[in-house]
Nanobody, 119 residues
Framework: QVQLQESGPGLVNASQTLSLTCTVSGDSITTDYYYWNWIRQPPGKGLEWIGYMAYNGNTYYSPSFKSRTSMARDTSNNQVSLQLSSVTPEDTAVYYC???????????WGQGTQVTVSS
């Protein structure tokens, strides 16, 4: 059974960098053709896709977040991380880590982690 667990600070000050980690169990983040995504849902709004870390280490970010997003991976610990810089209260959201297989849809989700940006 694949499990994804997000972790990180629940409160971040405005203008600082939000850092989250997704720890994966039951699968390797290097398994061919799987993509590890970060998605968020602000209060009262829909899901927003931030970007992905691919099985081969490539990354791709949504144009909406590209200028202030960075993703990395730790293959030894089977983790994918997200850094979002220069946060504002509009970045307050539940942040999710998900898995998808190249366009076949998200088959596994983490439980999500609430991040609040204080002004």
């Amino acid at each position: 059974q694949v499990q994804l667990q997000e972790s990180g600070p629940g409160l971040v000050n405005a203008s600082q960098t939000l850092s989250l980690t997704c720890t994966v169990s039951g699968d390797s983040i290097t398994t061919d053709y799987y993509y590890w995504n970060w998605i968020r849902q602000p209060p009262g709004k829909g899901l927003e896709w931030i970007g992905y870390m691919a099985y081969n280490g490539n990354t791709y970010y949504s144009p909406s977040f590209k200028s202030r997003t960075s993703m990395a991976r730790d293959t030894s610990n089977n983790q994918v991380s997200l850094q979002l810089s220069s946060v504002t209260p509009e970045d307050t959201a539940v942040y999710y880590c998900t898995r998808d297989r190249g366009g076949w849809g998200y088959d596994y989700w983490g439980q999500g982690t609430q991040v609040t940006v204080s002004s």
